[in-house]
């Protein structure tokens, strides 16, 4: 997605340990414009899926997810971290090594909120190694739903997990694809006409 | 907003401890059809007030600020729970004690994201005894902005935050207002004519 790569080029920031900082427009500061774009552009991408509910995990995944729920018209529910918690019932849960703080933590979904007939489209902010993403994966995995696509703003390709989850089938959207980033810049995957 | 209070006597329940659980709907499954009606409901009662900024608190609160940041079309914040935290540079911090978990919490936005010439509105899920929202008031009073309007999906009057913040001069407007609540049912407070 043009418009996303651009504003990467001129606001994000490269930091030492592969970190991007893209927080004046997607993760602490929200750009609602560019964010009701990439909603709508999940919606053109994955139209044909017949998606039902959209997952995320909290926190930064929350405004991609409403801003595509509202683009293709599906609630969303987002994954809790364990410890901000406030659930009862029955759960679904997986856990996510971070690698940004370098510990493990668990995360749930109340079972109600995906069942076998729900086509599932997980939405994120990011995608590196792909653990959240994993623990989402696992979380719809014991629903019985199905995942019907995963949309994701921006992917770490060096980092290798969106590789890895294209191999094992999923359909897997990244609006853009960073191959190599460091002070001096950063290098996009060319983008696919579709 | 008779929406919403429908919504909280059909679907929401009342768990020992003063909880209203309002899961399926607003903060864990999001209905982006009843959130769309609330961001617009918000950009109306805050149509006179020039805001040029929403700003919130993760992770409950970052889904209100989206659909109404799109209704007004003007960017959103969320301030940051230290330890959950990728921030850097100038910071505006404060303290929450949270009621729920019983301990307490810093919570950060960086400084360039509000400036003294922004006018902001606040929004969040709830608003009980009032602790979040102090610590987003001390946030813009450190940045020298301007606190213009908050907007509260559920009001929990008997935890007398509200008041308490409608009694220092702040414009208010919560959309559903409980006065009291047990598992035999819920009392509104009435709805204003506006």
Do not use: W
Not at 130 to 148: C, D, H, N, P, V
């Amino acid at each position: 997605m043009k418009e996303l790569e651009e504003r990467i080029i001129s606001e994000g920031r490269v930091l030492p340990g592969n970190v991007l900082k893209v927080d004046s427009f997607l993760n602490h500061q929200v750009d609602q414009r560019l964010l009701t774009n990439i909603g709508k552009e999940f919606a053109r991408l994955f139209a044909d899926e017949g998606i039902t509910k959209i997952l995320t995990i909290e926190a930064s995944g929350i405004a991609v997810a409403a801003f595509t729920s509202m683009a293709m018209d599906v609630p969303f529910v987002f994954a809790k971290k364990t410890g901000s918690l406030n659930l009862e019932g029955d759960l679904l849960t997986s856990s996510v090594m971070s690698y940004t703080y370098q510990k493990e933590y668990a995360i749930a979904v109340e079972a109600k909120f995906l069942s076998p007939a729900d086509r599932v489209l997980i939405v994120d902010d990011f995608l590196a190694n792909g653990m959240a993403l994993k623990a989402l994966l696992a979380i719809i995995r014991q629903s019985g739903a199905e995942t019907a696509g995963i949309g994701i703003c921006i992917e770490k390709a060096y980092q290798h997990g969106g590789d890895e989850i294209r191999r094992l089938g999923y359909h897997l959207e990244s609006l853009a694809v960073i191959e190599a980033m460091s002070e001096e810049g950063i290098t996009f995957r060319p983008r696919p006409e579709k």
